[in-house]
């Protein structure tokens, strides 16, 4: 597969004053290709505590594909694809939330804490294409994996 049928893909993750950065930079990680660049933004919560959003958008295709191909990891990869319908807004947006502690082991788990959001290219652009379209294309990087 040369091209990945998704304009970008973002990742995104808050680490809360409790939290090691460094640590959640390694959980976000899990799901990039080396020396990705990861922006930061500094907050502040509602009590004043400081809250780091740590952030990364990827538009090439070699670093989209890379990013989903670890969803096929997911020991819940066949509940991914059959709640695609849910998954894909009318705006051919896909999203997906990832357990942040499993990331930092490096293991791929749907949960809490890592934000996944993609953009399905799709033509003409709705949802019911888009869904085709991420079917598909997730379902070609499993058999890939698979090899």
Same mark, same amino acid.
């Given at each position: 597969?040369? !091209? *990945?049928?998704?304009? @970008? *893909?973002?990742?995104?993750?808050?680490? @809360? !004053?409790t939290e090691d950065e460094k640590r959640v930079e390694t959980a976000l990680r899990t799901f990039l290709p080396e020396e990705? $660049?990861?922006?930061?933004? !500094?907050? $502040? /919560?509602?009590? /004043?505590?400081?809250i780091l959003v740590l952030s990364v958008r990827l538009e090439r295709a070699d670093d989209v594909r890379y990013v989903l191909s670890k969803l096929t990891e997911l020991g819940s990869f066949d509940r991914l694809l059959s709640e695609l319908e849910d998954r894909i807004d009318d705006n051919c947006a896909f999203f997906i939330q990832l357990d942040k502690q499993a990331a930092y082991r490096g293991d791929v788990e749907l949960g809490d804490g890592l934000m996944l959001r993609g953009k399905v290219e799709a033509y003409p652009a709705t949802k019911d294409r888009a869904i085709e379209t991420a079917s598909e294309a997730l379902a070609a990087l499993e058999a890939q994996t698979d090899r």
């Amino acid at each position: 597969m040369s !091209a *990945v049928p998704f304009h @970008y *893909v973002d990742l995104r993750t808050f680490c @809360y !004053a409790t939290e090691d950065e460094k640590r959640v930079e390694t959980a976000l990680r899990t799901f990039l290709p080396e020396e990705t $660049e990861i922006d930061s933004d !500094a907050t $502040e /919560g509602h009590y /004043g505590d400081r809250i780091l959003v740590l952030s990364v958008r990827l538009e090439r295709a070699d670093d989209v594909r890379y990013v989903l191909s670890k969803l096929t990891e997911l020991g819940s990869f066949d509940r991914l694809l059959s709640e695609l319908e849910d998954r894909i807004d009318d705006n051919c947006a896909f999203f997906i939330q990832l357990d942040k502690q499993a990331a930092y082991r490096g293991d791929v788990e749907l949960g809490d804490g890592l934000m996944l959001r993609g953009k399905v290219e799709a033509y003409p652009a709705t949802k019911d294409r888009a869904i085709e379209t991420a079917s598909e294309a997730l379902a070609a990087l499993e058999a890939q994996t698979d090899r």
